[in-house]
């Protein structure tokens, strides 16, 4: 039987392909628009949107397991397809903002309750991964570490713990190739809290030149953050930041307890990903 990697054009999904290629799985892969894909020619590639389940009819051919991102209206009109095609085991890219006081009511948890809800409910196998906020979200800085060395932010003292995410990948592909990690919901986070403020410096460390944080107003921020993301998401970030001043958030040992080795650091994932910054 194959897995099907839903969203294989995505920085997990795509890291979830070359991990289950690496272990020999029979993998394929779906994208709305597979001509960015660049796959190895073993890997069969699908055209399918989330929101339109009859697009996954030729995908899931022989597919017992698929993984799956949540960005999706009808959840359980598209988990229901997947049931009836064959698939026995969902692997749900979650997040950890389901497990907060009052996720059901608030806009991000409550979309992924949704979608964790309904496939729970479809008879499906499931594992629900549920990281916390991921280090790759320090990509957004890269345009001003680069131009200014430097980053703009309204809240530098909140407080994160940032998820590679190979870890989260590494996790997926562990589900997707047995049945050891059926019904477990992990919570993944990084080994470590930092501030918003110890990020930029690691970032300042890891390419060899200082980089400073410039205060900013939220509306100065919520000004700037509107030029790149969705005016709900920007909320949602903003939102996040303020309630993390001061804050300590709870250090997860799942990757380690799963995997056997140590969860990967934020300095870790700036070096990996150092072009950003450079
Ligand atoms: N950033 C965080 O701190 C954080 C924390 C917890 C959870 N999350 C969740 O993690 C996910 C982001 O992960 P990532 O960084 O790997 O994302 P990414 O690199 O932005 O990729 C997103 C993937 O989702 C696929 N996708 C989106 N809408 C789709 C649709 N309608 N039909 C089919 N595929 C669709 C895209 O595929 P195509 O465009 O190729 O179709 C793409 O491959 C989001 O669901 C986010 O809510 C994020």
Redesign the pocket.
């Known amino acids: 039987m194959a897995v099907l990697v839903?969203?294989?054009?995505?920085?997990?999904?795509?890291a979830v392909v070359a991990g289950l290629i690496e272990r020999g799985v029979d993998v394929r892969a779906?994208?709305?628009?597979p001509a960015?894909?660049s796959l190895p020619e073993s890997v069969r590639v699908f055209a399918?949107?989330?929101?339109e389940p009859a697009s996954f009819a030729a995908a899931l051919e022989g597919v017992d397991r698929v993984f799956l991102?949540?960005?999706?209206e009808h959840p359980e009109a598209l988990v229901a397809a997947f049931v009836a095609a064959g698939v026995r085991h969902v692997v749900l890219?979650?997040?950890?903002?389901v497990t907060f006081p009052g996720a059901a009511e608030d806009f991000?948890g409550s979309r992924?309750l949704r979608v964790e809800r309904a496939i729970e409910e479809s008879g499906a196998a499931y594992t629900f991964l549920r990281?916390?906020?991921?280090a790759?979200?320090a990509a957004r800085w890269s345009w001003s570490v680069q131009r200014e060395s430097a980053v703009p932010l309204p809240y530098p003292e909140a407080v994160q713990v940032p998820v590679h995410?190979q870890d989260i990948a590494d996790v997926a592909v562990l589900a997707l190739t047995g049945d050891a990690l059926i019904g477990e919901k992990p919570v993944l986070t990084g080994p470590e809290r930092l501030t918003l403020r110890q990020q930029v410096e690691t970032i300042g460390a890891v390419i060899g030149r200082p980089v400073v944080v410039i205060e900013q107003t939220e509306a100065e921020s919520t000004a700037l953050l509107s030029q790149h993301v969705p005016e709900v998401w920007v909320r949602q970030i903003v939102k996040d930041w303020r309630e993390a001043v001061g804050a300590t958030p709870a250090i997860s040992h799942e990757y380690e307890r799963l995997t056997g080795a140590p969860s990967r650091s934020f300095r870790t994932w700036v070096e990996d990903n150092v072009h950003l910054f450079r």
């Open positions: 839903v969203g294989a054009s995505g920085a997990i999904g795509g779906s994208s709305r628009t960015k894909l399918a949107d989330l929101n991102y949540a960005d999706l890219l979650s997040s950890s903002s991000n992924f990281p916390g906020g991921f790759s979200n995410e």
